[in-house]
């Protein structure tokens, strides 16, 4: 796992790296090993994999080669890192994104899909602005001259999941605590519900709600995000005060990926979901 609180490498640098570092661990070198037949410097290698260098294509031929990698592997990784770098896309508001979440909306632009569970609000994708307005105003992280431009992010971020030909695959699974959550107005309440039966009606989202009635579940531990892509491993995302846990080892990804299928099958279906909600909007 890896932990952000500073600066944070682009997203895509980032993905490549961790993917670097996969190939390493399974061919059990280090780096002082790996050094020889590569030809390149312990120092070189680790900035490789900490993304604090770019990776072209000749030197993760020669790294994924050294540490026995099949070709296509090979072939995908240099077609990952020959990918245009659109994934500061938040640029225009870094003064209020920290780098560590940086990195990580810079990844989810990269994924094809997205699991996400909220035990406590419903995940920033899913929210109204006004919703989010309150939510940013209620942070203590967020200082008050940058809340209108941490809402824009949002709502900027948001559009992933309406935007372009090939949007994002979200499947969420949200308590009814988060549902619950009184966040400033009724009429504030009712457009975030109407908001959430309205995208749970869209072909590339899933929602599910998951009540204390449907019983224990396997991710009592909180809130975790899953990233899947077309050309690389899955990572996992756990959001901390002040930064960022990414959980990029195979055996900690799968644990996390039981967790989402147990919270898929405790939680109520996609249509009773709705119904669920849609009975929360009546009663406001």
Same mark, same amino acid.
């Given at each position: 796992?890896?932990?952000?609180?500073?600066?944070?490498?682009?997203?895509? !640098?980032?993905?490549?790296?961790v993917e670097l570092a996969?190939? =390493?661990?399974?061919?059990?070198?280090?780096?002082?090993?790996?050094?020889?037949? @590569?030809?390149?410097?312990?120092?070189k290698l680790g900035h490789?994999?900490?993304?604090?260098?770019?990776?072209?294509?000749? &030197?993760?031929?020669?790294?994924?080669?050294?540490?026995?990698?099949?070709?296509? &592997?090979?072939? =995908?990784?240099?077609?990952? /890192?020959?990918? @245009?770098?659109?994934?500061?896309?938040?640029? +225009?508001?870094?003064?209020?994104?920290?780098?560590?979440?940086?990195?990580?909306?810079?990844?989810?632009?990269?994924?094809? %899909?997205?699991?996400?569970?909220? +035990?406590?609000?419903?995940?920033?994708?899913?929210?109204?602005?006004?919703?989010?307005?309150?939510?940013?105003?209620?942070?203590?992280?967020?200082?008050?001259?940058?809340?209108?431009?941490?809402?824009?992010? !949002?709502?900027?971020?948001?559009?992933?999941?309406?935007?372009?030909?090939?949007?994002?695959?979200?499947? @969420?699974?949200?308590?009814?605590q988060a549902l619950r959550? %009184?966040?400033?107005?009724?009429?504030?309440?009712?457009?975030?519900?109407?908001?959430?039966?309205?995208?749970?009606? !869209? +072909?590339?989202?899933?929602?599910?709600?998951? @009540?204390?009635?449907?019983? +224990?579940?396997?991710?009592? %531990?909180?809130?975790?995000?899953?990233?899947?892509?077309?050309?690389? !491993?899955?990572?996992?995302?756990?959001?901390?005060?002040?930064?960022?846990?990414?959980?990029?080892?195979?055996?900690?990804?799968?644990?996390?990926?039981?967790? /989402?299928?147990?919270?898929?099958?405790?939680?109520?279906?996609?249509?009773?979901?709705?119904?669920?909600?849609?009975?929360?909007?009546?009663?406001?």
């Open positions: 796992m890896l932990a952000q609180r500073g600066s944070g490498p682009s997203a895509l !640098r980032w993905l490549i790296g996969h190939y =390493r661990n399974r061919a059990t070198l280090t780096l002082a090993e790996l050094a020889v037949p @590569t030809g390149i410097s312990k120092q490789l994999e900490t993304a604090e260098r770019r990776q072209y294509p000749t &030197d993760i031929t020669k790294v994924l080669t050294a540490c026995g990698a099949a070709q296509h &592997d090979i072939d =995908r990784l240099t077609t990952l /890192a020959g990918m @245009t770098d659109s994934t500061t896309w938040w640029g +225009p508001w870094s003064d209020v994104v920290p780098d560590w979440l940086g990195t990580f909306v810079g990844l989810e632009r990269l994924a094809t %899909n997205e699991f996400i569970f909220g +035990p406590i609000t419903l995940p920033g994708l899913m929210q109204t602005p006004e919703y989010a307005r309150e939510l940013t105003y209620a942070a203590l992280r967020v200082r008050r001259d940058h809340a209108e431009r941490t809402i824009e992010f !949002r709502m900027e971020r948001a559009r992933r999941l309406t935007d372009g030909e090939t949007p994002l695959h979200l499947h @969420t699974v949200v308590t009814e959550l %009184n966040v400033g107005t009724s009429d504030v309440m009712a457009a975030q519900y109407d908001y959430l039966i309205e995208l749970a009606d !869209r +072909p590339n989202v899933t929602l599910q709600v998951v @009540t204390p009635e449907r019983g +224990p579940h396997g991710a009592v %531990n909180g809130q975790f995000v899953l990233l899947d892509f077309e050309i690389a !491993r899955s990572i996992g995302y756990v959001e901390l005060q002040d930064g960022a846990i990414y959980v990029q080892h195979a055996g900690a990804v799968d644990t996390y990926q039981e967790s /989402a299928r147990s919270l898929k099958t405790v939680a109520l279906p996609p249509d009773e979901s709705v119904g669920f909600i849609a009975d929360l909007r009546k009663r406001l």
